[in-house]
């Protein structure tokens, strides 16, 4: 076998067979990391028969028409099929009959001026045509005449009476309400992707079980009694105790269910259908497999027969287990009923956007969403990032993606419900690493994080079907563009509307922070982000204290606090540019002036959004989430000071919000 040829098949199906690092550097991917990027997407390439057989299967991969095609409304369609007549029925009902003339070896069709999921027939062949809009629904749109603002709050760290310890869709909807009076549009909340019920020790909101469906511990229940009350007293979440008591909660509410509400259960699995059922199969099998044997924790190692959700011993053992399957669909139920609970009250107390969700760059390899989609996933591989400055070694999130060839190949089905179940009750949507629309650093199973290699996805199309889906859901679209980021592709975000994120932090250039007047209008302006130091650590040095502490930085602390004089003399000069303050630098203990600052710093940014982290809005130390680190640092666990409907009322965090409004509205 030649490596030419392996390389040949690699950039025929989208591995990129070499790559840049940071400093220019190109590295070639390595035989064995193309070989097993390959056999993922279902390209066997061990031996040169396995190439051949695998290129021809490229040549052929899919019939001239595949299940699914995109196009921008109004514009002229390119297809890859013969000419001749074509029959387009509309969503509306409209049927419209032509003749798909010849272009460049396919056949082009005439603009469609509806966008929506149509069905075309031309000659013999079916497809459904997504027509989208050039341009996701926009700030604009949602809150016309305004220049709008919001926070950002982690929905663990939460409070309420009879919350239990951990945050819930109830303390959420006493936020919304409480932050919709402060003038706050939008509240963007960490990720509600559901987790493993059985495994109340993982409960990292970025490696989820499924991003279909939700954390069913965030279903707003009211939890009384003393393990309830000491649970919510504590400072940390304690997750394992939390899950155990609201489950438990849950299951005698479901089994005290009355008639009248498991008609309603009926009715919402019949209308979530198929994700719901394969979701709620996957939980009842996880917690007899994975009780009954730890090492069956991930599906792959389940007993042959259970590996294939619809399997007839799947369903054998639904029908046998119907009670518990019919219980994690009940806590759905209930999850679901309490999100939108949320999103009403925050668009009742004046919020134009209200709930901003996050959707994770993948799911856990081991989640239901894997297992119930299993022909659009790329099994035996990891998602994470190349060696860069601040990650030598690379990274590799654990994370599993979907398979790009899958999608094409069953009409971007998983996508576009996942996609959907993001929007169902929210205004907005933040995509988490957005680079991966274009391309993935994915790393073979086993294999460190440098031994992986880049792998592309259908851009365009993708791009289509959010422009898509924030229309049809009148939902904005940020993404997360921090990084690496592929050249140009800022340019493609800003063409389908989808906003970037200015950080405070990252916008300098030659040792100087830049105006927030300069920054791009079409992005989220931010102070920081859930994975850095808030305002108020930054200017104490708390993220070098905690980076020493948990050994991720050789340098000495001494020598790093004292290049932090430097910069935060550079910040608070920024700050008297841009009129945020005319006062000299407070010392590095006086953090509260420094968060006063930095809202009114953030609020004359030319960005169509400003979000606030809570944590800034508090002017608290710590952050949520130290990336790196497993138990070293409370990562996911921290609690907010106060009961979530009053955290807006401290006098200090009510001048802070006023002058952001202040600025925000007058500029």
């Keep these: ?80 099929a013969r000419p001749g007549r074509f029959q387009l ?18 056949a082009v069709l005439p603009a469609v001026h509806l966008s929506g999921y149509h069905q075309l027939q031309i000659g013999d062949q079916l497809t459904l045509l997504a027509v989208a809009p050039r341009r996701c629904f926009g700030v604009a749109e949602a ?18 009476p009879g919350g239990g310890g951990l945050g819930d869709f109830g303390t959420l909807r006493d936020f919304a309400q409480a932050a919709g009076r402060t003038g706050a549009a939008a509240v963007a909340i960490s990720p509600v992707h559901a987790q493993f019920s059985a495994d109340p020790e993982r409960f990292s909101p970025y490696s989820p079980s499924s991003r279909l469906l939700l954390n069913v511990l965030h279903a707003e229940i009211d939890l009384r009694g003393a393990e309830a009350d000491e649970l919510e007293g504590r400072d940390l979440v304690d997750w394992p105790a939390a ?9 005698r509410m479901f089994d005290a269910a009355d008639s009248a509400v498991l008609a309603e259960l009926d009715e919402f ?6 994700a719901l059922e394969t979701h709620a199969r996957f939980e009842a099998l996880h917690a007899s497999l994975f009780g009954a044997n730890p090492a069956q924790w991930h599906w792959r190692t389940w007993p042959e027969q259970y590996r294939d959700p619809r399997s007839p011993a799947v369903a054998e053992f639904a029908r046998a287990h119907e009670r518990d399957v019919a219980f994690h669909a009940f806590m759905q139920f209930l999850a679901d009923g309490s999100l939108g609970a949320a999103q009403r009250a925050a668009r009742d107390a004046g919020m134009p956007i209200g709930l901003i969700a996050d959707l994770a760059v993948g799911a856990d390899s081991g989640g239901s969403h894997c297992w119930s989609r299993q022909a659009e996933t790329l099994l035996g591989l990891t998602v994470g990032a190349p060696p860069d400055l601040l990650s030598p070694g690379g990274q590799s999130w654990g994370l599993a993606a979907f398979s790009p060839r899958g999608l094409v190949q069953n009409g971007f089905a998983a996508y576009l419900e996942m996609l959907r179940a993001a929007m169902r009750h929210a205004g907005g949507v933040r995509i988490d690493h957005v680079m991966g629309l ?10 460190s994080a440098k031994e992986g290699a880049y792998l592309s996805f259908s851009l365009q199309d993708l791009l289509r079907l959010i422009a898509l889906e924030s229309t049809r859901h009148r939902a904005v679209v940020l993404g997360e563009d921090l990084g690496t980021v592929p050249e140009g592709f800022q340019d493609r975000l800003h063409d389908a509307g989808i906003l970037g994120m200015r950080v405070l932090w990252f916008e300098q250039q030659d040792g100087r922070y830049t105006s927030p007047r300069t920054w791009t209008p079409s992005a989220a302006a931010m102070t920081s982000t ?5 305002v108020a650590g930054w200017w104490a040095g708390r993220d070098i204290e905690w980076r020493k502490r948990v050994g991720a930085s050789d340098s000495d602390t001494e020598s790093s606090q004292h290049a932090r004089e430097n910069d935060r003399a550079a910040l608070w000069a920024a700050f008297r540019d841009s009129g945020a303050t005319q006062d000299d630098a407070p010392s590095r203990e006086q953090t509260t002036p420094v968060a006063d600052a930095a809202l009114r710093h953030l609020g004359t940014a030319a960005c169509d959004l400003v979000i606030i982290p ?11 989430n130290l990336p790196g680190t497993m138990d070293e640092h409370p990562n996911w666990r921290r609690r907010l000071p106060g009961p979530a409907g009053m955290l807006l009322d401290d006098p200090a965090a009510v001048r802070r919000l006023s002058a952001l409004n202040d600025k925000r509205a007058h500029g």
């Design 614 to 624: 809570i944590e800034d809005a508090l002017a608290l130390v710590e952050q949520p």
């Design 269 to 274: 699995r019949l209308t979530r259908g198929d």
């Design 1 to 80: 076998m030649t490596d030419q040829r392996l390389r040949e098949l690699a950039e025929r199906a989208g591995v990129a067979p070499s790559w840049r690092d940071v400093h220019g550097q190109t590295h070639e991917v390595a035989p064995p990391t193309l070989r097993a990027v390959l056999h993922a997407l279902g390209l066997p390439a061990e031996t040169d028969a396995d190439i051949d057989a695998s290129l021809s299967r490229l040549g052929g991969d899919l019939p001239e028409l595949p299940p699914l095609v995109t196009a921008e409304l109004g514009q002229p369609i390119q297809l890859r």
């Design 438 to 447: 274009a391309r993935l650093w994915v790393v073979p199973d086993g294999a």
């Design 243 to 251: 899950a155990r008591l609201r489950l438990a909660t849950m299951r």
């Design 530 to 534: 859930h994975d850095l130091t808030t």
């Design 143 to 160: 809150a016309p005449g305004r220049r709008p603002w919001g926070l950002a709050v982690q929905l663990y760290g939460l409070r309420r």
């Design 89 to 106: 029925v509309l969503e509306d009902g409209t049927t419209l009959d032509g003749t798909a003339e010849p272009s460049d070896g396919g």
